[in-house]
């Protein structure tokens, strides 16, 4: 797909985006970034759009990786030396097949397909899933739709990017405060979650305006160890104001034919609740896994899994065993994955920085691994620990400490930001040079700037002159 530049303007804006965009960029405003940083470092002729990829194998020779792509119609097969895959492993849609759907009269979508409100002016929609999606879809039609339901059949917890004292959820999870609670966690673990749980619960509570209401069914909710909390500004209050319903779970769709008299564009709940008329019900249930795309020697998922399989919370996810969820045990110097695993950070710029800059140095051959037998080791730790979390909720992607993670990744790529933030000899120099970048470093905003703050160990990504300005405007001190 042929890049078209920014405007003058835009590219003048986003070179300031950290001054005069708000603390929750919008979409539109992220994307302009990142073809502004595209266009300022000419990474245009490297990347290539529009393209399907087919498959991807190691050679019957073992020399390289064979990408079949298609592009315009076109078959074609490409070779590399080393390959990263960032397509994300969940990309198959999950739909429920549930009873009686196929004489639903009215309109039944997956939340994949939803892309504009409008085209719901004035309908009566069911939104089956109260995650992430789920709830912004909601949020969304409310004042277009003229009725909006949201169905769900366990507990979950919410809360707003803007806490309820005015200040940013993001800024108070500084890297300091961050290893801290990460430390707590890999030592009592029951306490951690309960503690966090209890915190953001209060905060639901003063979102809805003091109180959380029994028939909204939001609490009790799983362990934060299994399901995170959803991240929503608005659905709480919608809650409240009761543009947006809560519901339970949705149990069939019910025929014109019904013993109780229903037309074919009712639905059934589980509680037994009957809604009539409905126009469109929208699945908000997430993706599946999926490594179709990938040949026996690429997929980290061919090795069976029968506990994880016997799991009653497993449903059907697969275990990629990658080391340090980055790299294939059986081609590390040449495959790498970014996406499967939980990462170290919720914010997903530092995650993907940080991980590039450890994928590439250690392919450079500047960062030895361990031998084959520690890899294993360390992904049958991991798989041990899915196995016990799908036996007591549901599991949407491994994940490991990530304390340790972000440390191995500082070594891996080199930019000494262990040792400088440290409590170490360098640790304390750094301190006593520049306190005040230090504090913020620590404590303020957690941005992927402090990663180009240092000279770095051979073969790491240089530092970067401008780091220090960053970082204060990022806490806006300048």
């Known amino acids: 797909m042929e890049q078209k530049p920014l405007p003058v303007k835009?590219?003048?804006?986003?070179?300031?985006?950290?001054?005069?965009?708000?603390?929750?960029?919008?979409?539109e405003q992220v994307a302009a970034y990142i073809d502004s940083y595209a266009a300022h470092f000419n990474l245009a002729p490297s990347f290539r759009l529009g393209v399907k990829i087919v498959h991807l194998d190691r050679a019957n020779d073992d020399t390289h990786w064979v990408l079949q792509?298609?592009?315009?119609?076109?078959?074609?097969?490409?070779?590399?030396?080393?390959?990263?895959?960032?397509?994300g492993?969940?990309?198959?849609?999950s739909m429920p097949h549930v009873e009686g759907q196929e004489e639903f009269s009215g309109q039944i979508m997956h939340a994949q397909a939803f892309k504009d409100p409008s085209e719901f002016t004035g309908k009566r929609v069911l939104v089956v899933g109260v995650a992430h999606t789920g709830c912004d879809i909601a949020v969304d039609l409310t004042g277009i739709a003229e009725k909006v339901y949201i169905s769900h059949r366990?507990?979950?917890?919410?809360?707003?990017?803007?806490?309820?004292?005015?200040?940013?959820?993001?800024?108070?999870?500084?890297?300091?405060?961050?290893?801290?609670g990460l430390v707590l966690n890999s030592h009592f673990p029951v306490f951690a979650s309960k503690l966090a749980e209890k915190v953001i619960e209060r905060e639901m509570r003063a979102i809805a305006g003091g109180s959380l209401r029994p028939e909204w069914r939001l609490l009790p909710a799983p362990s934060i160890r299994n399901i995170l909390p959803i991240v929503n500004d608005t659905v709480l209050k919608r809650f409240a104001d009761g543009s947006i319903l809560p519901v339970t779970g949705l149990k069939r769709f019910l025929s014109s034919t019904s013993t109780l008299g229903q037309t074919a564009s009712s639905v059934e709940l589980t509680d037994g609740t009957i809604l009539n008329s409905i126009d469109t019900v929208i699945f908000s249930t997430g993706y599946n896994s999926s490594y179709s795309i990938l040949g026996p020697t690429a997929d980290p998922?061919?090795?069976?899994?029968?506990?994880?399989?016997?799991?009653?919370?497993?449903?059907?996810?697969?275990?990629?065993r990658l080391y340090q969820g980055l790299l294939s045990t059986v081609h590390p110097q040449s495959l790498a994955f970014v996406g499967p695993y939980a990462s170290h950070s919720i914010g997903?710029?530092?995650?993907?920085?940080?991980?590039?800059?450890?994928?590439?140095?250690?392919?450079a051959g500047y960062f030895p691994l361990p031998p084959q037998a520690e890899m294993d080791a360390w992904c049958d730790a991991v798989y041990r620990k899915m196995v016990a979390d799908a036996n007591r909720w549901r599991v949407p992607k491994p994940k490991t400490d990530s304390r340790e993670l972000e440390q191995w990744l500082n070594e891996a790529a080199g930019n000494r930001v262990n040792e400088m933030l440290g409590w170490g000899v360098e640790g304390w120099k750094f301190w006593w040079r520049d306190r005040e970048i230090c504090k913020l470093a620590l404590w303020g905003i957690d941005t992927p700037f402090v990663y180009r703050l240092f000279e770095p160990n051979e073969g790491g990504r240089k530092a970067w002159s401008g780091a220090r300005e960053a970082i204060l405007k990022a806490n806006k001190k300048i």
């Open 348 to 363: 997903a710029f530092l995650n993907l920085d940080l991980s590039g800059q450890a994928i590439g140095r250690i392919w």
């Open 301 to 320: 998922t061919v090795l069976p899994t029968p506990e994880l399989d016997a799991a009653p919370y497993s449903h059907g996810e697969p275990f990629p």
């Open 154 to 180: 366990s507990g979950t917890r919410i809360w707003s990017r803007i806490r309820s004292n005015g200040t940013i959820l993001d800024h108070g999870a500084g890297r300091r405060l961050n290893s801290l």
């Open 10 to 27: 835009d590219r003048n804006r986003v070179a300031v985006i950290g001054l005069d965009a708000p603390d929750y960029p919008t979409g």
């Open 69 to 87: 792509i298609e592009e315009k119609g076109i078959s074609t097969t490409e070779v590399f030396d080393r390959v990263v895959v960032t397509t």
């Open 89 to 93: 492993a969940h990309e198959a849609i």
